[in-house]
């Protein structure tokens, strides 16, 4: 049974949450300093956006990367890891600064006009990301044991569901963090498998770009899959959402003289999350380009169907371990792609938000965590061509990455926003330079579907 704690408003907030009544919280306080002792105490956040993004549907994209291309892409994942780090730590940022998510500050300090297309394209496309998903979820555990995946694909979402919306917060976010463990199964495919280390050693240092629209497909794919625009709302909603559950913490405005521990705390999560999402999308590549593409198989659709032609060449084991590690995966993604879509908006509308509210005080941010499982289930249930949805749902999550990235960069340098907490230099020229690479990376993307 779940421990209800009350608390007073904390002064220094944003003007949004100053009009919302304290939170009855859903964690067991704790000594703030006990709480955050040990290394492992300082990753959450971070640890868990980073392995988010390893989805089912991104597996199926490094898979087939790897498949048509062997190690020829593998230099991408080491490349886009401080782009990738960079983007996040600002997302990271904006939520432990200002207390409030991307869209609640946008909200305040922006056009609605600017919000609602950025927020409505967001659910679209986290919806579609969710049902495939879960679909991948349902068809792995049919391939290991056989049965209906449809049924699965109910259970799943309503597990995941039923977890994001009655655990106690503190609880909800340790099953998070250990579910990313679910990820080392693609460490362990990879090492099960013959690879040349010295010719994969040379691929990944130095780059080599192809020539031929395939290759710059894959390529706008793979960044495409690593910059996700539903990983900014989560972390940076995350990073408020644990000063509003801490009972000793301020956001970043209201309590200055803790800005020190807490940014390299949050630095160090991010960075070592983002680095851990990167290192296993470089694992899954390997593991695809040893075998399959080794073996001739050119062409995988889903992250299910890469588990299936795994089992005639690498064997069971390596087949068990790679359709486990889906499921595991789908377990993380599809919580945070439903409570992103919750967080933007719900803030965007001023409601109630946070996984540490008790559910009867925030009943339409719920509410939305329900229903988009709930959609993203009949999307299983009908004819929907779920390649081709999760195509479109690429090209949205592009065309909201770049007006978001370029709200986000200004706003993180104004200090109406940002008090004094505006981004370093050095994070500024990263954070434009990622912003042009995912600009490049759309104009591409365009100019292939229209070739």
Partial sequence: ??????????????????????????????????????????????????????????????????????????????????????????????????????????????????????????????????????????????????????????????????????????????????????????????????????????????????????????????????ISPYCFFWQASQEAENERARPDARPLVAAPERAAAEIRRMRIDTYIGMGFSNLISWFIIVTAAATLHAHGITEIATSAQAAAALRPIAGPLTFLTFAAGIVGTGLLAVPVLAGSAAYAFGEALGWHVGLSRMPRQAKAFYGTIALATVIGVVINLTRIDPIKALFWSAVINGIVAVPLMITMMIMTMQPKVMRQFTLPRALWIIGWLSTLAMTATVVAMVWTSLG
């Fill in 1 to 226: 049974m779940r421990e209800e704690t009350g608390s007073t408003e904390k002064s220094g907030v944003s003007p949004v949450e100053a009009r919302l009544p304290a939170p009855r919280r859903r964690f067991l306080p704790l000594p703030a300093r006990r709480h955050h002792r040990g290394f492992l105490r300082l990753l959450g956040p971070g640890l868990i956006t980073g392995a988010s993004d390893d989805d089912p549907s991104g597996i199926a994209t490094y898979s087939q990367v790897g498949a048509q291309f062997g190690f020829g892409l593998c230099w991408v994942m080491l490349f886009s890891t401080p782009i990738m780090a960079a983007i996040q730590e600002i997302s990271a940022r904006i939520g432990l600064v200002t207390g409030n998510g991307i869209a609640g500050n946008i909200r305040i300090h922006y056009s609605p006009w600017l919000l609602r297309p950025i927020v409505a394209l967001l659910l679209v496309a986290n919806i579609i990301n969710l049902g495939a998903d879960l679909g991948a979820m349902g068809e792995a555990v049919r391939l290991l044991v056989g049965g209906s995946a449809r049924l699965y694909v109910v259970a799943f979402a309503g597990l995941c569901a039923w977890l994001e919306i009655f655990s106690r917060y503190e609880r909800y976010v340790a099953i998070l963090k250990w579910s990313t463990l679910a990820l080392f199964a693609y460490v362990a495919t990879a090492l099960a498998v013959p690879v040349p280390w010295l010719q994969l050693a040379w691929a990944t240092l130095l780059p080599h770009v192809a020539a031929g629209r395939d290759y710059i497909v894959a390529l706008i794919a793979v960044l495409g899959t690593t």
